[in-house]
């Protein structure tokens, strides 16, 4: 983050949230605390797109401080959940771009200016976004003791052919295991083909690690869909369909949302140019958490948090 000019009076950090064309009223903003260290929410104006903001101080969100906060899980999730709820009150009237997590500015002209220098590209994103939301789909194996059967289907043997038993009954088993997260594997791009005949988009994150997910079974995707608004039922209906019991049997499904489209709000990227597919290049974390849960929800929280966790944007960095 840039210093301000020598002499100038120092000009205050700026946490950005959101940018909409139509900003909430004063009276919402009133009612939402943004970060606990900070000012009051507001909106700054630029070129017809308006930007939820908020003043924090410097001794808590200069760039060593946060970098310090963040490596805290209890501190990342305060500041993920801050940061949704600013978002939260920034998508009230109308669509919004969700602006990583910890984007901050030295005052008000750098924060105007970013919005500025990429108002093309927000511009086109809020078209993208209006009346769509985002649903989250996980999908895992399901957990079977296929070993034991394996074993039980191949009786030990004594003498000179225990050896050729037991080599057998452990190829056995891992042609087992191969067959069954073949199968698996199938079923979960059944499920992603599927549910993407009723989004206009999709993406697949990074499927978390066993760790977040507290599941021995692994995890086999982690998508995200923009659904429009009117599609919402048909989405959910084909959900149903998807998680009803004996319709995929090697894997599990589950859903959440309608959430703030974060996974479909890359300021940084031309909507144009966005592929329909991706595995989200630009997402430094190796896992996610679910869109408008800062928290572990799946308690990955995936990012911690809707959207992504960022490191912090600097003015150069966002354009200004």
Known sequence: MSAPPA????????????VTRTPPDVATLASVTGHQEGGPLRVLRAGGLCLVVQDVPAALFGEEALTERLNRPDDLERCARAHHRGVEAAAGQGP????????????????EQAVLSRKSVLDALLDRLRDRTEWAVKVHATERAKDAAVDAAAPAQAGAG?????????????????????????????VDTELRRYAVAATRHRPQSERLTGRRAPQLLNAAYLVENTECAAFTRALARLTAAGRH???????????????????DEDPDATEPDRTEPGHPAPDR????????????????A???TEQPLTEQEAGA
Request: net charge positive.
């Open 289 to 304: 958490t679910e869109p408008g849960h800062p928290a572990p929800d799946h308690t990955e929280p995936g990012p911690p």
């Open 306 to 308: 809707p959207g992504r």
């Open 162 to 190: 225990a050896g050729r038993a037991y080599l057998g009954r452990a190829s056995a088993r891992r042609r087992g295991r191969q067959d069954a997260n073949a199968k698996a594997a199938a079923e979960a791009d059944a």
């Open 249 to 267: 049997p090697a894997v599990e499904v589950s859903a959440s949302g309608p959430w703030i489209p974060y996974s479909f709000a890359r300021w």
């Open 96 to 111: 919004v771009v969700p602006l990583p997590m910890a984007t901050l500015y030295h005052g008000d002209r750098s924060a």
């Open 7 to 18: 002499g100038a009076a120092d000009p205050g950090i700026v946490c950005a949230f959101a």
